[in-house]
């Protein structure tokens, strides 16, 4: 069932609004901009009912900040208030509304209203999820691991998280393409990211296809040796998928993986670390291959073997 948030500094108002939609509809209240703020970031929203006029910050305000920040600029927002002069309804709608409601309220032209932007969100969304995924692997893709890569990065650092981020390639792909053809090359990618996928299912976990061989992992909480004993298994797994493959390293197709664990801080970036994860694969393919290779941000290092 799809959730609305309700941010409106009447508990009258609001009550009115959530017994209007709780028939078809998860509904929750805040009363003050900021606690709305702080619920929508929390995330799982498809609209938000936004009244515009609050003591401190104003649902303007609050809507410019909403549409400015990557977490919650999909969100959908109806702006509702008493202002009913065009120049208020023009200025909502510039800053990213997607509709308009004047008080009072007429039960059924709410529900319907909501009912449309519901609709539109979930085709959005739809849409979205279909572009973000990987047409060979089912896994996700680079543009979403550049989409989503960020936000989670910016997660860690406001709650002080370690953050973790590897590079995968399998090794001798090029040698597997010419000795067994490229159909059977685009099924080993398949199966290889779905075993690997199948290790990245929390919420705040990202796996994705970067390009070619090479995939790109994100995941949080875990400290660098607590990372790299997880990427070891999951390493192990594809080997364990005993594919064949006419490589003088190994009778199956395995894995490099390089890797790096960081506590982020303003100022530090995410395509630096992405950097350093490429190298530690790099080092992973130096010294032999169906290996991980992991880093901290003090520079100490792991490899396997």
């Given at each position: 069932?799809?959730?609305?948030?309700?941010?409106?500094d009447?508990?009258?108002?609001?009550g009115?609004l959530?017994?209007?939609?709780k028939?078809?509809y998860?509904v929750?209240a805040?009363h003050t901009?900021?606690e709305?703020?702080a619920?929508?970031?929390?995330?799982?929203?498809?609209l938000i009912l936004?009244?515009?006029?609050?003591?401190g910050?104003?649902?303007?305000?609050l809507?410019?900040e909403l549409?400015?920040?990557k977490l919650?600029q999909?969100?959908p927002v109806?702006l509702?208030?008493?202002l009913?002069?065009?120049q208020?309804e023009?200025k909502g709608?510039?800053?990213?509304?997607v509709d308009?409601?004047?008080k009072?309220?007429n039960?059924?032209?709410?529900?319907?209203?909501?009912?449309t932007?519901?609709?539109?969100?979930r085709?959005?969304?739809q849409?979205?999820?279909q572009a973000?995924v990987d047409e060979?692997s089912g896994?996700?893709?680079?543009r979403?691991y550049?989409?989503e890569?960020a936000?989670r990065?910016?997660?860690?650092?406001?709650?002080?998280l370690?953050?973790?981020?590897?590079?995968f390639?399998?090794?001798?792909?090029k040698l597997?393409n010419d000795t067994?053809?490229?159909?059977?090359?685009?099924?080993?990618?398949?199966?290889v990211?779905?075993?690997?996928a199948?290790?990245?299912?929390?919420?705040t976990?990202?796996?994705?296809r970067?390009g070619?061989?090479e995939?790109?992992?994100?995941f949080?909480?875990?400290?660098?040796?607590?990372a790299f004993e997880?990427?070891?298994?999951?390493r192990?797994?594809v080997?364990?998928?005993h594919?064949?493959h006419?490589s003088p390293v190994?009778?199956?197709?395995?894995v490099?993986?390089?890797?790096?664990?960081?506590?982020p801080k303003?100022?530090?970036?995410?395509d630096?670390?992405?950097?350093?994860?490429?190298?530690?694969?790099?080092?992973?393919k130096?010294?032999g291959?169906?290996?991980v290779v992991w880093s901290n941000?003090n520079?100490?290092?792991w490899r396997?073997?």
């Amino acid at each position: 069932m799809d959730k609305i948030l309700v941010i409106d500094d009447s508990p009258v108002q609001s009550g009115f609004l959530c017994s209007i939609l709780k028939n078809d509809y998860i509904v929750e209240a805040r009363h003050t901009a900021a606690e709305g703020l702080a619920a929508v970031k929390e995330g799982g929203y498809s609209l938000i009912l936004l009244d515009v006029v609050m003591p401190g910050m104003d649902g303007f305000q609050l809507l410019e900040e909403l549409k400015s920040t990557k977490l919650t600029q999909h969100i959908p927002v109806i702006l509702l208030t008493s202002l009913t002069d065009v120049q208020y309804e023009e200025k909502g709608l510039l800053l990213g509304a997607v509709d308009y409601v004047t008080k009072p309220f007429n039960p059924v032209i709410i529900r319907a209203r909501v009912n449309t932007h519901i609709q539109l969100y979930r085709y959005q969304m739809q849409f979205m999820e279909q572009a973000m995924v990987d047409e060979l692997s089912g896994v996700a893709n680079r543009r979403r691991y550049e989409d989503e890569g960020a936000a989670r990065w910016q997660e860690a650092m406001r709650f002080e998280l370690p953050f973790s981020i590897c590079m995968f390639d399998i090794d001798k792909f090029k040698l597997y393409n010419d000795t067994f053809g490229h159909p059977a090359g685009d099924r080993v990618i398949a199966s290889v990211a779905q075993r690997v996928a199948s290790f990245f299912r929390r919420s705040t976990d990202l796996f994705a296809r970067y390009g070619g061989e090479e995939f790109v992992a994100v995941f949080m909480g875990s400290q660098a040796i607590s990372a790299f004993e997880f990427m070891k298994s999951v390493r192990q797994a594809v080997e364990d998928l005993h594919i064949q493959h006419n490589s003088p390293v190994c009778p199956w197709v395995t894995v490099s993986v390089g890797g790096v664990t960081v506590v982020p801080k303003a100022g530090d970036r995410l395509d630096t670390c992405l950097k350093l994860a490429d190298t530690m694969l790099y080092d992973a393919k130096r010294f032999g291959r169906n290996m991980v290779v992991w880093s901290n941000q003090n520079g100490e290092q792991w490899r396997e073997k």
